[in-house]
């Protein structure tokens, strides 16, 4: 409680102060933290966007960048989400690509200047076996209840991307899948 004189009423009071809502809780260094990022890959992370995110954790943004851009090579020019978890106020950087990203790379295009090249047709083809293992890696994040549906889903990103499958369009495999002349391994 905290004593001081009240102007209006012409006398002293004590007041009690609230000191959670005051300051922030501490912070706990042995908790594990998550922070996701989303970056472009290869490409050093702006300390700008970072340091909001890991600053308050006591880590340095552009250490935080330097581990982003050495984890996201494979991925260069690509963008690609990152998952920080920060223990002990170090933070391991693990890669979570979306699927349109893992069609992007499966489809070997060399990599190009975001900064020059902009709105660019992915016009390449992926073979289906491809587009089976990128279902299989996406199948944790994915609402499909089997690994048909998880396929389904992937095809239909690779209709957003633009590329074909197989020599056919996106749309075909995924009528043929439909009707069961195509057969997905569960």
Not at 35 to 51: C, D, K, P
Request: net charge positive; aromatic share 4%.
């Amino acid at each position: 409680s905290v004593l001081y004189w009240d102007f209006f009423q012409n006398k002293k009071t004590t007041k009690t102060t609230n000191t959670s809502r005051d300051m922030p809780p501490k912070f706990d260094p042995n908790q594990e933290i998550i922070v996701i990022v989303r970056s472009v890959g290869g490409e050093m992370a702006s300390a700008a966007t970072l340091a909001p995110k890991v600053g308050p954790l006591g880590l340095n943004a552009k250490k935080i960048g330097d581990d982003i851009m050495k984890a996201t090579k494979e991925y260069k020019g690509l963008k690609v989400t990152c998952k920080l978890v920060v223990k002990n106020r170090v933070a391991s950087v693990s890669l979570m690509p979306s699927v349109a990203t893992r069609v992007i790379k499966a489809l070997k295009e060399p990599p190009r200047d975001r900064k020059k090249v902009k709105n660019i047709k992915h016009s390449g083809n992926v073979t289906l076996q491809e587009i089976i293992k990128i279902a299989k890696d996406a199948k944790p994040k994915s609402m499909a209840n089997s690994m048909k549906g998880c396929v389904l889903e992937c095809l239909g990103t690779a209709v957003s991307v633009g590329c074909t499958v197989d020599g056919q369009p996106a749309k075909a495999v995924q009528a043929s899948i439909k009707a069961g002349k195509t057969k997905i391994p569960e």
